[in-house]
């Protein structure tokens, strides 16, 4: 019984190594067009395309990255962008919407507080912040809270060389 068996299984094999070999192989190559964009054009055509779809602001600031006008999926990944190319975006005007956030004892504050809009994708599962500097006076909003933060972006450096980034507002709605 067990060569029997032995001999159906090896002839099932065989009959499945012949019937695929009567099959067309599949086209796996593509050609590349010739008026293809290399990578570092492709980066500087998006820079460009969002430079160029740039808002003002009510004061008539020139704004280069309006993120609060994009949909949460392009926001999420512009900020993406924004922190593993920070060079980019380095003493641009952007425009910002998120929920606001307050983090005592921070580093980045001299051991003040810190403030960050919290960006989520559509899906609300991931999220990331923008930490960005302002003077609230006593009109501190609530954590959570709906802001939009206009500022440039800067680079900065904490004891040691490490490097981070922020927003210096210029206005915060609420």
């Known amino acids: 019984m067990k060569k029997f068996f032995l001999i159906c299984v ?12 009567e099959k067309s192989p599949v086209a796996t190559s593509f050609a ?6 290399t990578m570092e ?3 500087v055509a998006a820079n460009n395309a969002t430079s160029a779809s740039a808002a003002t602001s009510s004061d008539g600031t020139k704004i280069d990255y309006d993120l609060s ?19 980019i ?41 923008i ?3 302002y003077d609230f006076g006593e009109k501190l909003p609530k954590e959570g809270d709906e802001i939009t ?4 972006y800067v680079t ?3 004891d040691g060389d490490v490097a981070y980034n922020y927003v210096k507002a210029d206005s915060v709605e609420m």
């Open 89 to 129: 975006y380095d003493e641009k005007t952007v425009r910002m919407k998120g929920k606001f956030a307050a983090y005592p004892n921070s580093p980045t504050a001299n051991g003040g507080t810190a403030y960050a809009v919290i960006i989520t994708d559509a899906l609300a599962c991931c999220q990331t912040g």
């Open 69 to 87: 006008s994009m949909n949460a999926n392009m926001v999420y990944a512009e900020v993406f962008n924004m922190m593993a190319e920070p060079e």
């Open 149 to 152: 933060v206009t500022g440039k």
């Open 131 to 133: 930490e960005f500097k």
């Open 32 to 37: 590349i067009p010739e008026n293809a964009l």
């Open 41 to 43: 054009e492709a980066a």
């Open 10 to 21: 090896n002839l099932c094999n065989l009959w499945f190594f012949i019937s695929c070999k």
């Open 156 to 158: 900065a450096f904490l």
